[in-house]
């Protein structure tokens, strides 16, 4: 493993004094690398607050332009860069906060057509895809290579996420067997809402990454920001899965 | 006797409500209280529920008194029951 340099010591020196992490944990996140499935509104806090925490690659995948409704939530997107492509601008922001960063970004959403390759090359996935097809297709590709995928979701003022630990934990289609009817690409969204879930989200991959272990192996953590209500609610392997059954 | 239903997800959007306390016959199951819901509550709501041979959706997560309830057999109710309604939600 790469260690820290002089100037990395000196960024990270706050967090490394967190009980359990420490020097270590913080040389474990430089050399690790994390898929993040969008940047919007939930992507994009996962990918910033993983670049200001020290991970040493982003790949970012997330296709489209820039557009005004975009903007109420998606803060890695900025208002000069209205028309262009959205990954590119959220690369641009996460080396100006991290030079250090090593940032990829693929100019696509996750399909099946890109998934495989996209998950064989990071050591964790955050899942922040508006579509439950996308979801599974990163689920099925993370339960097949062993890879964590930190699952995050939010909707109105309410959010949810959950840690699935392939062989150890329900996989994303034991908690979903089928895709749920009514879902639809557009939903009501506040930047704030959305930001939650990503930082707890982030936190969990943090905590697997650096060896602390993640909290939500298992269980599925909900919020409600109109009524403040925080819950867990633990989560069971289905016997009869078809996508984890067998790992 | 009444029991206290809570709605996540898109559920609360079409209740138009987070919460509510329901008046129920004594011994009412769970099941009817779902039915009686997406009666009132419409098609959407119902249909995010319930499958088309009327079972609970398994993709729902049903809680009472924040314990997760095995759909296929869905528990009768006792008064000051807490029912958390929880659907699906991917939303980025
Ligand atoms: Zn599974």
């Given amino acids: 493993m790469n260690p820290l340099n002089a100037e990395e010591k000196a960024t990270y020196e706050w967090q490394m004094w967190t009980r359990g992490f420490g020097e270590a944990g913080q040389v474990k996140l430089k050399n690790a ?17 993983l670049a200001a925490a020290g991970i040493g690659k982003l790949i970012l995948a997330h296709g489209g332009k820039v557009k005004h409704s975009d903007l109420n939530r998606q803060i890695l997107m900025t208002h000069d860069w209205l028309g262009k492509p959205r990954v590119e601008c959220a690369a641009r922001r996460l080396r100006e906060l991290n030079p250090r960063l090593e940032v990829e970004a693929v100019p696509a959403n996750i399909s099946e057509d890109n998934v495989t390759d996209l998950v064989d090359r990071a050591h964790i996935v955050f899942d922040c895809a508006p579509l439950f097809e996308g979801r599974f297709a990163m689920n099925r590709a993370c339960v097949a290579q062993k890879k964590p995928l930190i699952d995050c979701a939010m909707f109105g003022l309410e959010g949810q996420v959950t840690t699935i630990l392939p062989g150890e934990t329900p996989c994303l289609q034991c908690i979903y067997p089928e895709i749920p009817p009514g879902w639809k690409r557009e939903f ?10 990503a930082c707890f989200g982030v936190m969990e991959g943090i905590k697997w990454l650096s060896g602390m272990g993640p909290s939500l192996a298992g269980r599925m953590l909900y919020y409600d920001m109109r009524t403040m209500r925080v819950r867990t609610v633990p989560l069971r392997r289905r016997p009869d899965c078809p996508i984890c059954s067998a790992a | 006797m009444r029991v206290t239903v809570q709605y996540m997800g898109q559920l609360g959007h079409l209740a138009e ?31 995010i529920v319930f499958t088309g041979e009327n079972r609970i959706r398994p993709s729902m997560m049903v809680l009472v008194n924040d314990v997760p309830v095995e759909k296929t057999t869905p528990p009768v109710l006792r008064d000051g029951d807490q029912v958390t309604l929880l659907a699906a939600i991917a939303g980025g």
């Fill in chain 2, 17 to 47: 409500r987070s919460e509510e306390s329901r008046e129920l016959p004594e011994g009412a199951s769970l099941l009817s209280l779902l039915e009686g819901l997406s009666a009132q509550y419409g098609e959407a709501f119902g249909h």
């Fill in chain 1, 33 to 49: 690398t994390a898929l993040v499935s969008r940047t919007g509104g939930l992507g994009g806090p996962v990918a910033q607050e």
């Fill in chain 1, 188 to 197: 009501p969204v506040f930047g704030a809402v959305s930001c939650a879930a």
